[in-house]
């Protein structure tokens, strides 16, 4: 079975610049997450999807983030214009909404290192 | 606003000897995950644990849910260097939500 696939795995760009992920999930996995992981710390929720429906978005910065599922398999993440701050790895997960609690098992993409200079 | 506390933020130790770390929160869990992020990658999930009281092991590693299902711990035994890493609990609430801890990296000396 093939895992989360993200790209691209490295990115460098300057403030105020914009910038996209990719993210595809396992497959048949409902449910798709961004984090946003801070060097030394924890992944941090930005959205949570469930299928093409936003579940949790409360901590996605608005003004400058955004992000889509369409067609609830695939899902983008841009940031613009991005700031100093952003800089970070942006984790992909998926996982498979069972009602056990094998559905909170998440299943990680390598992420996506960000450089904001 | 809930949170997981994870103790030490940090571990370095020489092979072969053994640790814990642990996850505490106030809050009360379904059911909790412990993953290891290794550098460069993401989190890989190596268990979960759902009943209060609950013990795992997976070789060297046992896991074990309290009682009341407000913490966690993971015990190591006979570290490798192959367990250096960033090791993440995360507790499941309602609502498919999940919360991450901040992590304890751990480092093993060969």
């Known amino acids: 079975e093939a895992g989360v696939a993200q790209s691209p795995r490295y990115k460098i760009i300057e403030k105020r610049q914009s910038v996209a992920f990719w993210c595809n999930p396992i497959?048949?996995?409902?449910?798709l997450y961004w984090y946003q992981q801070i060097l030394g710390q924890g992944p941090k929720l930005l959205i949570q999807?469930?299928?093409?429906?936003?579940?949790?978005d409360s901590q996605l910065p608005k003004d400058r983030f955004s992000a889509e599922r369409l067609k609830g398999v695939d899902s983008t993440l841009k940031i613009q214009p991005a700031k100093l701050e952003d800089s970070a790895v942006y984790l992909c997960?998926?996982?498979?909404?069972?009602?056990?609690?094998?559905?909170?098992?998440?299943?990680f993409g390598p992420g996506t290192r960000l450089t904001v200079t | 606003t809930q949170l997981l506390e994870q103790s030490p933020q940090f571990l370095s130790i020489q092979e072969g000897e053994n640790l814990t770390v642990y996850c505490n929160s106030s809050?009360?869990?379904?059911?909790l995950q412990w993953y290891r992020q290794e550098p460069g990658e993401g989190p890989v999930l190596l268990v979960t644990?759902?009943?209060?009281?609950e013990v795992k092991k997976l070789k060297r590693l046992t896991f074990q849910f309290g009682d009341a299902r407000k913490d966690s711990s993971l015990h190591i035994t006979a570290a490798q260097t192959g367990d250096t890493g960033l090791y993440l609990c995360?507790?499941?609430?309602?609502?498919?939500?999940?919360?991450f801890g901040a992590g304890t990296r751990l480092f093993v000396k060969a």
């Open positions: 997960a998926s996982s498979s909404p069972t009602g056990a609690a094998s559905s909170y098992e998440q299943y």
């Open positions: 497959s048949g996995h409902a449910t």
């Open positions: 999807f469930q299928n093409n429906g936003v579940v949790d």
């Open positions: 809050s009360v869990f379904s059911s």
């Open positions: 644990v759902v009943t209060g009281g």
């Open positions: 995360a507790g499941n609430t309602g609502g498919f939500k999940t919360i």
